[in-house]
């Protein structure tokens, strides 16, 4: 049965909360990324590549010092909605696994990407005001086009997605399928928001570094949304950004009351423990 569904969006941005000046600092920067994965058959191909292009990409987002959380979700049709971690501390995302990630089966894109943007909207409106991420970012990777929903349809995603954008929501929606491009404008994401990948080891790998780089620099407010069509410059504020931090830490490293964790900064959430007993899938998607 497909849902009904009408959302509210909670504002990240705190009205009338008073905070102290080192709270102010830390929580005002704060950003949560939700990432939505494609876990189906056809991933298989380039499974090793996605592992280790998304360890890369939590390995940049946890060099900023700006606060961050983090949510992972999987999908397939065998399972359109596995959370793996659930606004957890970007410090304490684990590495991805081949017992983590297993391609397998179908692609539910609406079901993943409604339910996605669903869930999160609870857990934002479960959080007090002052520890509401500022910044919110939804990134989709697929390698096919929505072929298993049954929850959502394509309409109710859209306008969930159009309703998330006017709260100030960003996505990114990154493909290995050319034709699926056409599903980012389909679902209201904006074509520079949208880029295609190639489905081999360079491609993948080409993909995850301007993610991470677009991340990084939009978390430290160097750019003021996700689009993806400006890699060349993304990596120069990505390689600043780095040496900055790397002299600071260097600086910590020698007196450590010179800088060091922000107060009130803690763990919003937990590793959500994944269920690896479950089998493979009887079939790939095509």
């Known amino acids: 049965m497909l849902v009904q569904a009408r959302f509210e969006f909670v ?6 909360t008073r905070m102290t000046q080192s709270q102010d600092k830390s929580q005002g ?10 876990r189906t058959g056809s991933m298989e191909s380039i499974k090793h590549d996605t592992i280790g292009g998304f360890n890369s990409f939590i390995a940049a987002q946890k060099a900023l010092p700006t606060p961050a959380t983090f949510t992972l979700v999987q999908f397939d049709s065998q399972e359109p909605f596995e959370v793996i971690h659930k606004f957890v501390d970007i410090q304490l995302v684990r590495d991805l696994t081949g017992q983590t990630y297993m391609p397998r089966a179908s692609t539910p894109l609406y079901d993943a990407v409604g339910r996605g943007i669903n869930d999160l909207k609870a ?5 007090p005001e002052a520890l509401r991420p500022k910044k919110v970012v939804i990134v989709i990777v697929t390698d096919g086009q929505e072929n298993a929903s049954r929850e959502f349809t394509g309409k109710q995603v859209r306008k969930m997605i159009a309703d998330a954008k006017k709260a100030g929501w960003q996505f990114v929606f990154l493909s290995a399928d050319e034709s ?7 679902l209201n994401i904006d074509a520079s928001n949208a880029a295609f990948f190639r489905k081999n080891k360079a491609g993948a790998n080409e993909m995850w570094s301007r993610v991470a780089n677009r991340s990084m620099a939009y978390r430290s407010s160097e750019v003021h949304c996700m689009r993806m069509d400006q890699p060349a410059d993304d990596t120069l504020i990505a390689q600043k950004l ?27 959430g937990a590793p959500v423990t994944p269920r690896n007993s479950r089998g493979r899938g009887r079939g790939k998607k095509n």
């Open 180 to 186: 699926a491009i056409s599903d980012s404008s389909s």
């Open 123 to 127: 857990g934002m409106g479960a959080l």
């Open 29 to 38: 920067d704060r950003t949560h990324i939700c990432m939505i994965l494609d």
């Open 11 to 16: 504002s990240h941005q705190p009205k009338g």
């Open 242 to 268: 780095k040496k900055k931090n790397a002299a600071a830490s260097a600086v910590t490293a020698q007196d450590p009351n010179a800088g060091g964790a922000v107060p009130g900064v803690g763990v919003v």
